[in-house]
């Protein structure tokens, strides 16, 4: 079977080619964000292809020099990108040793292939991929017939290979905004409150004033932007405007809606699925609810877009996770056709999921299609990070579940509040130019949503049944890491251990018993033995150890993670560890750096945040509004990957959030001997659980 | 405008430039340097920050008039792929990195924290770095990358 993403991009040269002696061109439709997919994908194709690593040209993602593979999202890159890459490079690699066959009138079966060159009985044929390149097209479509690598020929697929993408950030470039640009033009963008809001009065000659140097102005509808040679003019112009603007119908931001039960107050669209409503029965039965705030993605580099517009033609530089769908929005935009619209993807600072990125590059394109000519580089505050990009969604999840006479969870229901998770498409500049057009209503997609990802526990129950209200939030949300799935796990893992109480059982023992798959078996019992879970105390003293398991997604990694902290004035973290099994590993040290920094900021989540609604929209628009876990408050951790090289490999990247959420709030009431339910965990929260009980 | 004189990562910059200008400003736009980083321009993240007489500071905010004589140590002057900084060297090692936006600053801060003890424990170094934030979570991996850096730095050439 040709994997989809091939299908999709059905040219194998699209994927790879050998343009010059000794190189082999790879290019792929996903994107690098510092997730090390990069690496990855070309070690796939080394391994397929035999040749060294250092023969890849990884083709910078560009429209038009890359295959069209959507996002880079939602921990797919390896298992979509990775199974058309390892087709692809099959195929090229059967072609070639199939022509230098016919050439030896030999069986392709009696070549092997070293760095790229033919080898038979151990001799080089004088012939390789760069010899034969001129005699076999690659504008073909894949047939699907080769067979490629069982894992026990891989050799570079396996073993941890250094980022590609990680020397040039440690001597000071790399990113979007290192792009040396003649003759730039900075802009600043003054944020439109909110998508009602016009501009009743803007005093142009204060703003001027306080810019100290030559400011221009572009202004049309609700936007405005402010543009200098001088960085500083732009940024001392977009601080003054904000004393010198007046909004009509600007947003206001109700702190109460900042509390994730307020959800239920607000307007939504029901979706229910799953078995029929229980029979009433003597069972034991148990009733919980969870919440999660609004998060910010906190990139540590606020979103950063540049553009030029010459002749009939719009450049585009992104960090945006894709090249595709961001042309799209842009053709939008500008009402120039996709074929003028060249987007190149430049790395930016780590985004999480939909941050900023987008809505930069559609604020630079915009105004460069009003100022023909000049090169915009429009630079983010962080107080619009954090007050204009889409949130992750808050979530309030009711669960409520019975018991049968062994204990075992029989049956279980979850009721899900929740913003959506996915709101791609459109960006806040058409707003502000058309001011009053009301933006899409979230998107319900009966097959897929957000927020029903690992909605059931990954566990062996016999009835469970899920309502989702999507909900109409109060800010703009949209995908950050993991989705909904995180906070759902969060909400069954901890409720698991509040069953395992009532069954008198050991949390660990109680997961045991409801689980057949022999792959879940062993990672639970593997962060049993870690963990020290065998000597775990009866809990109540401060000191608390917690775990938590899930299959991500219900069809991909088995992952559990075990927590011990201590409660303090404040939760102080001591150890954590991580067993996961995601299948055939690419590069064992990129998954660890992945797992390893999902669990941290889990962990700051957990502990640490909540957007604060307020004001004009979002109150908390500063670091100090908004603490995240620091180098001092981080434990040693240590991830544990079961070798499962036979297996299918499952994408990493997001799969350690939700289990680490949950194993630091199993830990919490293992120490205090109290449930807390809402997040974050701060000082506040914990004091008032205490003096409620 | 006035000229301004800076010493930057060893040698004499002169340049024209408002003295309200902020040093981060001028690295980037008038020196071009990209290695310090704009992350929130409130003196709040690290990743801007330089060494400024040795000392590591943000320098989003400072006003370069301030700076006049004084001596400047950015990313670029630690090491460069040719001859990288042990620091630099270590970082890679440990793959110390995710996206890697905050780590021109936390770099520095390293250089700043060993010339003042050359052998810190892995609290002192989490305490030195504490301002900085890191939002992929390579917290632990840089602090044995810092950790690495020492050791090696401590063997006798």
């Known amino acids: 079977m040709i994997p989809q993403s091939l299908q999709a991009n059905p040219v194998l040269e699209r994927w790879i080619s050998f343009p010059s002696p000794g190189k082999v061109r790879v290019a792929f439709g996903k994107v690098e964000y510092g997730q090390g997919v990069m690496t990855a994908l070309a070690q796939i194709v080394a391994d397929e292809l035999d040749v060294a690593m250092e023969r890849l040209d990884v083709v910078n993602a560009a429209s038009g020099d890359v295959p069209d593979e959507g996002l880079t999202v939602g921990s797919m890159s390896i298992e979509m990108s990775g199974a058309a890459v390892r087709a692809a490079a099959a195929e090229v690699r059967a072609l070639f040793l199939a022509e230098a066959a016919a050439r030896f009138g030999c069986s392709a079966d009696v070549l092997n292939i070293l760095d790229g060159e033919f080898v038979r009985s151990g001799v080089s044929t004088g012939l390789g991929y760069w010899t034969l390149a001129s005699a076999i097209d690659l504008k073909r479509a894949p047939e699907g017939k080769a067979r490629w690598k069982t894992p026990d020929r891989h050799r570079i697929v396996g073993k941890s290979q250094p980022r590609s993408d990680l020397p040039v950030k440690i001597f000071g470039g790399g990113f979007i905004q290192d792009i040396p640009l003649k003759d730039v033009t900075h802009a600043r963008v003054l944020r439109q409150p909110g998508y009602k809001a016009q501009i009743a009065t803007l005093d142009e000659a204060a703003i001027r004033k306080a810019a100290r140097g030559d400011i221009d102005i572009v202004r049309e509808g609700a936007f405005i932007a402010f543009l200098s040679k001088s960085e500083r003019a732009v940024s001392l112009a977009v601080a003054a405007a904000e004393q010198h603007v007046t909004w009509n119908e600007a947003r206001v931001g109700v702190p109460a809606l900042s509390e994730p039960v307020a959800l239920k107050t607000l307007p939504a669209t029901p979706w229910e699925g799953g078995a029929p409503p229980p029979e009433p029965s003597n069972r034991r039965k148990h009733k919980a609810s969870y919440g999660r705030p609004y998060i910010a993605h906190g990139s540590m580099g606020p979103s950063h877009g540049i553009a030029r517009f010459e002749g009939e033609t719009l450049k585009v530089w992104t960090h945006a996770q894709g090249v595709y769908p961001i042309r799209g929005m842009l053709a939008r935009i500008t009402g120039l056709p996709p074929e003028k619209i060249q987007v190149e993807h430049t790395q930016g600072p780590g985004c999480y999921g939909h941050n900023g990125a987008d809505d930069a590059t559609c604020d630079a394109a915009a105004i460069a299609m009003r100022r023909p000519g000049q090169t915009i580089r429009v630079q983010w505050r962080r107080e619009d990070e954090f007050g204009y990009e889409p949130l992750g969604t808050a979530m309030h999840i009711e669960l409520s579940g019975e018991i049968d006479s062994s204990g075992r969870l029989v049956d279980f229901s979850s009721e899900i509040w929740s913003g959506p998770h996915v709101s791609r498409g459109t960006a806040l500049v058409e707003a502000a130019l058309a001011p009053g057009t009301p933006p899409p209503p979230p998107m319900i997609i009966p097959f897929f949503s957000g927020g029903r990802l690992n909605a059931t526990p990954s566990y062996d129950i016999a009835a469970t049944r899920i309502k989702e209200n999507v909900v109409t939030p109060p800010m703009r949300t949209s995908s950050l890491r993991g989705l909904g799935g995180p906070v759902n796990t969060y909400a069954c893992e901890c409720f698991i251990d509040e069953m395992a109480g009532i069954a008198g059982t050991d949390p660990l023992a109680y997961r045991l018993a409801m689980t057949s798959d022999p792959r879940a078996v062993a990672v639970l019992e593997h962060i049993g033995v870690l963990s020290g879970w065998s000597t775990r105390s009866a809990g109540g003293s401060g000191e608390g150890l917690g775990l938590a398991y899930c299959r991500h997604r219900d069809r991909g990694a088995y992952i559990a993670v075990a927590v011990s902290l201590v409660v303090e004035k404040e939760i102080r973290l001591q150890r954590m560890w991580c067993v996961t099994d995601c299948g055939l590993v690419i590069n064992p040290d990129g998954a660890k750096n992945q797992i390893e920094g999902g669990m941290i900021m889990a962990a700051s989540w957990t502990l640490k945040e909540q957007v604060r609604l307020g004001g004009s929209g979002i109150a908390s628009t500063a670091w100090d509004d908004y603490p995240i876990l620091r180098f001092n408050e981080v434990p040693p951790i240590d991830v544990e990957l079961i070798d499962q090289r036979n297996s299918a490999p499952l994408g990493a990247g997001e799969i350690s959030l939700g289990p680490t959420m949950a194993a630091i709030a199993n830990a919490v009431a293992h120490a205090l001997g109290v449930r807390i339910r809402d997040l974050p965990y701060t000082r506040e929260r914990i004091a008032r659980q205490l003096l409620s009980n | ?157």
Not at chain 2, 69 to 95: C, D, M, N, R, Y
């Open chain 2, 1 to 157: 405008m006035p000229k301004i004189k800076l010493i930057v990562n060893g040698r004499e910059r002169e340049f024209e430039a408002d003295e309200r200008e902020t040093l981060l400003d001028v690295l980037r736009n008038r020196l071009g340097m990209t290695g310090s980083r704009f992350g929130c321009g409130a003196e709040q993240c690290g990743s801007c920050s330089v060494l400024i007489d040795g000392e590591d500071k943000p320098s989003c905010a400072i006003e370069v008039g301030t700076l006049k004589g004084k001596s400047i140590l950015t990313v670029e002057g630690l090491g460069t792929p040719e001859k990288p900084h042990p620091l630099q060297s270590a970082f890679l090692e440990k793959q110390a990195g995710q996206c890697g936006y905050c780590l021109s600053g936390i770099l520095v801060c390293a250089k700043a924290l060993l010339d003042r003890n050359p052998s810190p424990s892995r609290t002192e170094i989490a305490e030195a770095l504490s301002w900085h934030l890191c939002r992929c979570g390579a917290h632990n991996r840089i602090l044995d990358a810092v950790a690495l850096a020492a050791s090696r730095m401590q063997v006798p050439a």
